[in-house]
């Protein structure tokens, strides 16, 4: 099956300070990925839809300038939390979209990155 | 938009069929899919349905869907300690996304 990572897989940062995570696709291409947050014992919501090549489109209620989305190229989207604090502590958890032969739509979800900001 | 509902907690003795129910809102989903996620871990995708077919079996996983009623089940046939998770069952969004329900915490006991 597809295979997606992010890095780092956990990641304690300080108030104020900036965290990049990166999600890759490893063997297909996908010109469209997701950021979900998950919040403790709660469901995933979407935070931010990533196209390649293009400026993300985010969700209701999430900050664009706290949350800065790059899709450099068809395999790599990050992910950068900035001034973070310690209500950005969640789990993040990317996903990539890949076309399949049977005409699905398949997303493939990354192993997600557990964020602790003390 | 696409409201996604669950029950939130389900317990099984090993060896018995657990059966996990999800209500949808949007009946223009054309797959409908059931995620597992373990403790501390990303999602997993199990299975999915095209919205045109009333069942899929894919080994120990039976999956029923009513369109009519806006209803999906994942049957896990001979529950195992280690099918023990939370069971996501989500629909398609209008970017291609994924709508989530709250996930069912599925317990086994031995």
């Known amino acids: 099956g597809a295979v997606v990572s992010q890095h780092p897989s956990r990641v304690i940062c300080k108030s104020g300070t900036s965290v990049k995570i990166e999600c890759r696709s490893l063997?297909?291409?996908?010109?469209?990925m997701f950021w979900y947050r998950q919040f403790p014992k709660q469901s995933l919501m979407l935070m931010a839809t990533?196209?390649?090549?293009?400026?993300?489109?985010?969700e209701q209620g999430v900050e664009k300038d706290k949350f800065l989305i790059n899709h450099a190229s068809l395999t790599l989207s990050t992910l950068t939390v900035t001034s973070a604090h310690p209500e950005d502590s969640s789990f993040y958890i990317c996903?990539?979209?890949?076309?399949?032969?049977?005409?699905?739509?398949?997303?493939?979800f990354g192993p997600g990155t557990r964020l602790t900001v003390t | 938009g696409e409201d996604v509902e669950q029950s939130l907690f389900l317990s099984v003795r090993e060896g018995d069929s657990s059966v996990i129910n999800c209500t949808y809102t949007?009946?223009?989903?054309?797959?409908l899919y059931w995620y597992k996620q373990e403790p501390g871990a990303g999602l997993q995708l199990l299975t999915y349905?095209?919205?045109?077919?009333d069942m899929k079996q894919d080994q120990r996983l039976t999956v029923l869907l009513n369109k009519k009623d806006k209803h999906l089940s994942l049957r896990i046939a001979d529950t195992q300690t280690g099918d023990s998770a939370i069971y996501f069952c989500?629909?398609?969004?209008?970017?291609?996304?994924?709508?989530f329900g709250k996930g069912t915490k599925l317990s086994v006991k031995p």
């Open positions: 996903s990539a979209l890949r076309t399949g032969g049977v005409g699905s739509r398949e997303q493939y």
């Open positions: 063997d297909f291409q996908a010109t469209t």
């Open positions: 990533s196209n390649e090549g293009s400026k993300a489109t985010y």
């Open positions: 949007d009946s223009s989903s054309t797959y």
């Open positions: 349905i095209f919205s045109n077919m």
């Open positions: 989500a629909g398609g969004g209008s970017q291609g996304n994924l709508i």
